[in-house]
């Protein structure tokens, strides 16, 4: 089960690299075709390594494996809804942003 975020991680480890360097690098990505296709990749290797999962679960004649995914205890619980805070602070914090400054273009150029 390991395996199942290892190969894709692993699919786009070198193009994080580049991501985070001009994030925190404060250098320019100008690389955005390699991105896309890396982000194909990272599609195909994911279906392919779950499909992959799935049948061994198959095989295995595990046919209650989706129970698995049951959401129980405080640690998957706490888990699930401080990813989600994060994600929508982020969201808060990019529509905020774009509401400022939209408010913003609108006021200077009714006033200039």
């Known amino acids: 089960m ?3 975020g290892f190969l894709p991680f692993s699919a786009i480890y070198i ?3 580049y991501i985070f ?3 925190w690098g404060h250098r320019i990505y100008t690389i955005y075709s390699i ?4 982000f194909i990749i990272l599609l195909i290797v994911t279906a392919f390594i779950t499909v992959a ?3 061994f679960q198959l095989a295995a004649e595990d046919h209650e494996g989706w129970w698995r995914s ?3 205890g405080f640690m998957q619980t706490s888990f699930f809804f401080g990813y989600m805070a994060c994600i929508c602070d982020g969201f808060f914090l990019m529509l905020g942003t774009v ?3 939209a408010a913003l ?3 200077r150029h009714i006033f200039d």
């Open 2 to 4: 390991a395996m199942a």
């Open 99 to 101: 509401g400022f400054r």
């Open 105 to 107: 273009l609108f006021v």
């Open 70 to 72: 049951d959401m129980s």
């Open 21 to 23: 360097a001009s994030v």
């Open 15 to 17: 193009e994080l690299y």
């Open 35 to 38: 991105l896309i296709i890396v």
């Open 53 to 55: 999962l799935t049948y």
